[in-house]
């Protein structure tokens, strides 16, 4: 019932997205909505992590990892769960940074409109934080 799809390009070479983007432990010092974001292990498929976005806390497992190219996992919270994933594709400007995610639940269809807006928003200040701290320390 919720899905949103939003891109940006950020210009630095996907190496940089990538090592930014995979730095769990590190996304609250660049998106000020993540208060936490812990990972006690490699970057890999079937490794779980926590964080909390928004007030919500989340429990996620890395679904799919490709260096460079594709970062995703699956969330689960109170009354709903997600599937959220990152796609970088080279071009001459950097990256195009495309970021997908559906979630679905009896809390997420009872509070549809306001979900779907929620994680528009979301989307799109993620996208520029992390373009932010990507072109920054370029």
Not at 75 to 103: C, D, P, Q, R
């Amino acid at each position: 019932p919720v899905i949103q799809k939003k891109e940006i390009i950020v210009k630095v070479k996907p190496e940089k997205v990538w090592k930014t983007l995979t730095a769990i432990n590190s996304w609250g010092k660049w998106n000020s909505r993540i208060t936490k974001s812990e990972i006690n292990s490699a970057i890999e498929i079937g490794q779980s992590f926590k964080w909390n976005i928004n007030g919500v806390s989340i429990l996620s497992k890395l679904e799919i990892v490709e260096e460079n190219k594709v970062f995703g996992w699956t969330g689960k919270t109170f009354g709903g769960k997600a599937i959220h994933n990152w796609y970088l594709e080279e071009i001459a400007e950097g990256t195009i940074v495309k970021v997908e995610e559906s979630m679905e639940g009896w809390l997420i269809n009872l509070f549809k409109k306001k979900m779907n807006t929620t994680l528009e928003n979301d989307m799109e200040y993620w996208l520029n934080q992390l373009k932010n701290e990507c072109e920054i320390i370029a």
